[in-house]
């Protein structure tokens, strides 16, 4: 039902916020977002694979973000926890969608 989805999109919010058993980082220079393999992984076949091959290096997967503002990657974060947008300004939505093409999240387009 849809209050049932509504939790469940507030709790796998809560869990990217509050990093609750993260098991990826994502590095942008000296700042970091933290994130949930499985969750991730279910949303974008660029995080399946890449996390795939990460598996037997190590529990806390690292990734180094260059080309992508924090700001606009925990946006793109949330939609991936969540299917909400939550920052629907012009900058932002423009820089979501090079961003949802990188990591083959088709979904995005259908929701801005």
Known sequence: SAMNLTELQSNLKYSYQNNLFSDV???FGDDNLYGHKTVLSARSPVF???FEQNMKEKN???VTITD???SVFDVF???LY???IENREFDTVVSLYSTADKY???TLFKTC
Request: hydrophobic fraction near 50%.
């Open 48 to 50: 399946k694979k890449m």
């Open 77 to 79: 974060l949330i939609f």
């Open 68 to 70: 992508i503002e924090k």
């Open 104 to 106: 083959e999240v088709t």
């Open 25 to 27: 980082l994502f590095s």
């Open 60 to 62: 806390l997967s690292n």
């Open 82 to 84: 969540t299917g909400v």
